[in-house]
């Protein structure tokens, strides 16, 4: 496996800095004219950006100039993340940007499901799948850079969660963070951008919003979690999902052999709070693995 570049950009431009993260990993380079692009943001429930849960316009916006001067033509945004996605839509600003570049915007919770057999899995044999989703050739995931309360941080993998149609939380979250890369073998993006302007800590839907000024892309899933992981003080080697997703070839998560562009990881990262998400773990009879500020400071000094 190669090894995978991944791009930091700090700044206070976000259309600016998704242009500049793109070109640094090369995107175009994978692109087509011909593609049938979905941009997949991350519209879990109706909350501004700024509150750090749902995906910034600007950077949808940005992603959406960069693909039409590399001469896209065939843009979808959709996301099926609540019922309350269409509200989402518009009050993010998603819908408006959709508007002004004449791009289609398909809430996947009134879209086709396609029940799909995954081929490679171990425990989600099948699953409903948006049509739309099926039918695009590129999917470019634009999650949200925050906290989960069950698998620690939700970033590109967990945000294929809402290309299911249906109840997706009662179909996924037993044995999540399995059936997460089970979904990873199938649904696989082009492009990860995660939206770092404003993340949120504590909760991912109910989080404190955290200012980060940040874009992080790359065309591995699991290296751009993998850092967006480490730039929320949060040790990747201990997020389940992201070593299971390594472990099956579908990427590599070991930050020694990722390939940092732009800012390094110690000089714009900081220790989300994760209190919140514990107790709610408690809540339900779980909890999770701590990891020690001291621990995250080592893990800080030894990266790029």
């Known amino acids: 496996m190669t090894q995978p570049k991944i791009a930091i950009v700090k700044g206070t431009k976000p259309k600016q800095m998704v242009h500049q993260a793109l070109e640094m990993i090369d995107a175009g380079s994978i692109l087509s004219p011909e593609d049938k692009i979905l941009l997949k943001p991350n519209c879990?429930?109706?909350r501004d950006p700024l509150t750090g849960v749902t995906t910034d316009s600007r950077v949808?916006?940005?992603?959406?100039?960069?693909?039409?001067?590399?001469?896209?033509?065939?843009?979808?945004?959709?996301?099926?993340?609540?019922?309350?996605?269409?509200?989402t839509f518009d009050l993010t600003g998603i819908r408006k940007v959709a508007l002004r570049h004449g791009l289609k915007v398909v809430n996947f919770n009134n879209d086709k499901a396609v029940d799909v057999k995954i081929p490679s899995a171990r425990i989600l044999h099948e699953v409903p799948i948006a049509r739309t989703a099926l039918e695009s050739t590129c999917i470019v995931n634009?999650?949200?850079?925050?906290?989960?309360?069950?698998?620690?941080?939700?970033?590109?993998?967990?945000?294929?969660?809402?290309?299911?149609?249906?109840?997706?939380?009662?179909?996924m979250h037993k044995q999540i963070d399995e059936k997460l890369v089970d979904l990873a073998t199938f649904v696989r993006?082009?492009?990860?951008?995660?939206?770092?302007?404003?993340?949120?800590?504590l909760d991912e839907t109910m989080g404190r919003p955290v200012k980060m000024n940040l874009v992080i892309a790359g065309t591995d899933p699991v290296a751009t979690d993998a850092v967006g992981c480490a730039v929320m003080?949060?040790?990747?080697?201990?997020?389940?999902?992201?070593?299971?997703?390594?472990?099956?070839?579908?990427?590599?998560?070991?930050?020694?052999?990722?390939?940092?562009?732009g800012d390094p990881i110690k000089t714009v990262a900081r220790i989300f709070d994760r209190s919140f998400a514990e107790k709610r773990l408690r809540k339900y009879g779980f909890s999770s693995l701590k990891v020690s500020e001291k621990e995250v400071r080592r893990l800080w000094e030894n990266m790029y």
């Open 233 to 261: 003080g949060i040790n990747p080697e201990t997020v389940k999902h992201i070593q299971l997703a390594q472990e099956r070839n579908i990427g590599i998560a070991d930050l020694n052999k990722i390939d940092i562009l």
């Open 60 to 87: 949808i916006e940005g992603i959406v100039e960069f693909l039409r001067n590399k001469g896209a033509h065939d843009i979808t945004i959709g996301d099926g993340g609540s019922r309350y996605t269409d509200k």
């Open 44 to 46: 879990v429930v109706p």
């Open 189 to 201: 993006p082009k492009l990860n951008i995660i939206d770092g302007i404003v993340g949120s800590e």
């Open 142 to 171: 634009v999650p949200k850079l925050k906290i989960h309360h069950i698998v620690k941080a939700t970033l590109s993998i967990k945000n294929l969660m809402g290309t299911i149609v249906g109840n997706r939380g009662a179909l």
